[in-house]
T-cell receptor, first 118, second 113 residues
């Protein structure tokens, strides 16, 4: 149980275009999802917390107008990188909490999306 | 602000050697502590977690971790590693009732047969 999927797994886009990444909880309803960015050989950096039905909470230094997050349903959150630039190239990972687990703060992670901006 | 420090960035061991990966956190209140593992080409998986109770926590694949509150530490241990334990290991902390996890920089473990 507690499977999180991401689509696409890899995407290459041209500078200036936008790209959307989907994160789905497959066997549970996730009221809260998280978006991380992972640079090569570095740790996960939390970008934002996505709450179903409300605005995302962005971490300090993350541009909300550049990284648009939508959590329209209990099983889907999307991250759109707008006007992408080569410096946005990275590995983007989502995770989700299962509220049926009560106060457990465990997060279930998706497989990640490798974005390359040319 | 919460932070997590992992002291070993890269560890190389031979099979059957014992493993201990250090993790220290900075937060004075109640914390929840996690170790995640990322095998090559795979997504993050939970190894073990501590919320309360027995400070010695046992996880999957023979891993265990000990929460020492006085030292703000949550070190990961395994008595005898295998080649299949080659992966990157992340310590994470959640405290203050917040949703989010703060991750350490990760430790890359390579086990040679």
């Amino acid at each position: 149980g507690a499977v999180v999927s991401q689509h696409p797994s890899r995407v290459i886009c041209k500078s200036g275009t936008s790209v959307k990444i989907e994160c789905r909880s497959l066997d549970f309803q996730a009221t809260t999802m998280f978006w991380y960015r992972q640079f090569p050989k570095q740790s996960l950096m939390l970008m934002a917390t996505s709450n179903e039905g409300s605005k995302a909470t962005y971490e300090q230094g993350v541009e909300k107008d550049k990284f648009l997050i939508n959590h329209a349903s209990l099983t889907l959150s999307t991250l759109t990188v707008t006007s992408a630039h080569p410096e946005d190239s990275s590995f983007y990972i989502c995770s989700a909490r299962d509220p049926s687990k009560g106060q457990s703060y465990e997060q279930y992670f998706g497989p990640g999306t490798r974005l390359t901006v040319t | 602000a919460q932070s997590v420090s992992q002291h070993n960035h890269h560890v190389i061991l031979s099979e059957a050697a014992s493993l201990e990966l250090g993790c220290n956190y900075s937060y004075g209140g109640t914390v929840n502590l996690f170790w995640y593992v990322q095998y090559p080409g795979q997504h993050l998986q939970l190894l073990l977690k501590y919320f309360s109770g027995d400070p010695l926590v046992k996880g999957i694949k023979g891993f265990e971790a000990e929460f020492i509150k006085s030292k703000f530490s949550f070190n990961l241990r395994k008595p005898s590693v295998q080649w299949s334990d080659t992966a990157e290991y992340f310590c994470a902390v959640n405290g203050g009732g917040y949703n989010k996890l703060i991750f350490g920089a990760g430790t890359r473990l390579a086990v040679h047969p």
